[in-house]
């Protein structure tokens, strides 16, 4: 029965050079300390930020460099964590930058109490006497956003002393996934051992061609997670009620509305994208799964079967080398600078592909401010990767250019368009397949791919959306959350989408297990966000070739300097109308009449 590797048997070449963030951890551990100190000067500030425009600038300048370097130091430590969650010094130091996360958090608490107490026309005099407080229009003009919803001065510092507690319920789940998560081999119809894994089910078995495979997987996978149902519904029983706690604190009307503030999006475009992607969308996935049970020759379709290949013949292993080739001549559409940023990402490892113990699952890409990306992705060779590492690249494309174009304090969109350049490239990687050929397994291959990616992000992730909808507000009611219900809403949420199609049994049930998001706010819905406006902008980019892309990529180059609905406008997108996302469920119905087609 193959092993996993242990990270120091992993080959080098697998792995990312965090040597880019620090040389070595002596550097790490000087710089963390010279950020505690940094924190702890910034109070000679406190108090002083009435006095006149070139003190509030100096103290913002401080401000943006304390975060920018805050936030270099914690990610050298998340990455060595995500690379390896089961090391000691890995733990204790993720441990360390949560606590100088919360220090530095409550150390710069002052400056929005001070800004928000600032007698009334006074932050206004400061702007226009001092021209390099337009680098914070920003941020000035969100913090006013959130005046009727600031405590006192003292609250808010408590507050943010406490940063490191209320964000237990992530850690407490991540740590637990990483490091004690532990599933039991199975044995194939061939008598084949296997060894089972969060990354290795995820990664292969889920998608594996052989049934009993995947089923045998699927079995160990549950067993794994049952585990810890009871423990992980009381963490995430925690989060919600952190959150409710905190809105009616806060005096926001509902815990929904305190979390979409951030987002800067109308609450009718976050109804919109849950209602009508879960009514329109659910009869073209019920279709899919129609055919799959009818191709596959299965009596019934499990949960564990919707992502099974439908012509695994035609699904050859797909080589790290050659994805990138692939990606990189997909991404000749976005120009020069874009691809060359793009192709020093995956020659000069930035990209940590290895599979071993520890390792975090799923992929992810980190955009520490002034250095460059690193993405986490766990390779098997197959097209899902090719996909997953060309939307993770987008990621890194994205913030690679607002980083060179803005400031820190600028660089970060709010949450609703941050999927949107990674889903991007997805869809510039199909569409480059399909223009090529019109063979019809090619193109069938390449299709089952894309609606993997409609599948994640318009189903995986906005029923997860509809869940967090319910169970908020069931707990704004004061009901419990317990495991039992949870089980039970993630249940009827999948059968009412699914129908009679997909066998829905007590793994399924237990999805909600699977994904983090669940206490990063409203995260899951945005994606479905991102997947609307990338399919309208990738639609356009074939319609109209250079002019769309170049929208594009001002749009990159803008960071966060407009608010999600604007980005998306400039780019050529108006998600202020249902319209695009009509239109992109239509896309989907589309691309499965040719699947079926490609199968009669």
């Not at 969650?85 to 890995?90: D, N, Q, R, V």
Request: charged share 20%; net charge negative; proline share 5%.
């Amino acid at each position: 029965m193959p092993t996993r590797l242990s990270r120091a048997e992993v080959p080098i070449e697998l792995t990312w050079d965090l040597s880019d963030l620090f040389a070595d951890e002596a550097a790490w551990e000087r710089e963390l300390q010279a950020v505690e100190a940094a924190s702890q000067s910034l109070a000679d500030f406190e108090g002083t930020l009435a006095r006149d425009a070139a003190t509030l600038l100096a103290c913002l300048n401080a401000m943006e460099s304390l975060q920018a370097r805050s936030v270099r130091v914690s990610t050298f430590a998340h990455l060595r964590n995500a690379q390896d969650g089961t090391h000691p010094a890995h733990q204790a130091a993720n441990a360390r930058v949560t606590a100088l996360q919360a220090q530095v958090a409550a150390s710069t608490s002052f400056i929005p109490s001070e800004l928000l107490a600032f007698p009334e026309g006074l932050l206004a005099q400061f702007r226009a006497a001092e021209p390099g407080l337009a680098d914070f229009d920003i941020y000035l003009d969100d913090l006013l956003a959130l005046r009727p919803h600031r405590l006192s001065a003292e609250s808010e510092r408590v507050l943010a002393a406490l940063g490191e507690v209320l964000g237990a319920p992530l850690m407490i789940y991540s740590r637990s996934k990483a490091s004690d998560l532990q599933f039991a081999p199975f044995t194939d119809s061939a008598g084949t051992h296997h060894a089972n894994s969060v990354n290795g089910f995820e990664s292969n078995f889920e998608a594996h061609a052989d049934v009993s495979v995947r089923r045998g997987a699927w079995a160990s996978f549950s067993a794994g997670l049952k585990a810890y149902n009871q423990t992980w519904a009381a963490t995430f029983a925690t989060e919600v009620k952190k959150n409710v706690v905190m809105a009616r604190l806060r005096g926001y009307p509902s815990t929904e509305a305190c979390l979409l503030q951030p987002h800067q999006i109308p609450h009718a475009v976050y109804r919109h994208i849950l209602d009508i992607i879960q009514a329109e969308l659910a009869p073209h996935m019920q279709r899919y799964a129609r055919l799959r049970r009818r191709v596959l020759g299965l009596d019934r379709l499990l949960y564990c079967d919707i992502k099974a290949p439908l012509d695994p013949e035609f699904n050859p292993r797909m080589r790290y080398e050659d994805g990138c080739a692939l990606i990189l001549e997909a991404l000749q559409v976005m120009g020069p600078e874009y691809v060359a940023y793009a192709r020093r990402a995956l020659e000069q490892r930035w990209v940590d592909r290895a599979d071993n113990v520890g390792k975090s699952s799923g992929a992810f890409c980190a955009s520490p401010y002034g250095v460059h990306p690193y993405i986490l992705i766990t390779w098997s060779d197959t097209m899902r990767n090719v996909f997953t590492l060309a939307h993770e690249l987008g990621h890194g494309g994205h913030f690679g250019l607002a980083m060179a174009h803005q400031r820190f304090v600028n660089t970060r969109p709010a949450m609703p368009f941050i999927e949107a350049p990674s889903i991007m490239n997805e869809m510039l990687l199909a569409q480059h397949i399909l223009a090529r050929s019109r063979e019809t397994r090619l193109r069938r291959s390449v299709i089952m791919q894309v609606l993997g990616t409609y599948h994640h992000n318009f189903v995986t992730h906005l029923l997860e959306a509809e869940l967090q909808r319910q169970v908020y507000a069931l707990a704004e009611e004061g009901g419990a959350i317990t495991a039992a219900l949870l089980n039970e809403r993630k249940g009827r949420i999948l059968e009412r989408f699914w129908g009679d199609t997909v066998e829905i049994d007590e793994g399924a049930r237990m999805t909600w297990m699977r994904q983090p998001h669940y206490y990063m706010g409203l995260y899951p819905y945005t994606y479905a966000v991102g997947l609307v406006a990338s399919t309208a902008m990738s639609l356009r980019v074939q319609e109209e070739g250079a002019p769309a892309v170049q929208r594009w990529i001002e749009v990159l180059k803008a960071g966060g300097t407009r608010k999600p609905l604007e980005l998306m406008q400039m780019a050529g997108v108006d998600l202020s109308s249902p319209q695009p996302i009509h239109e992109a469920v239509a896309y989907v119905g589309r691309l499965i009449d040719e699947l079926e087609r490609s199968f009669d």
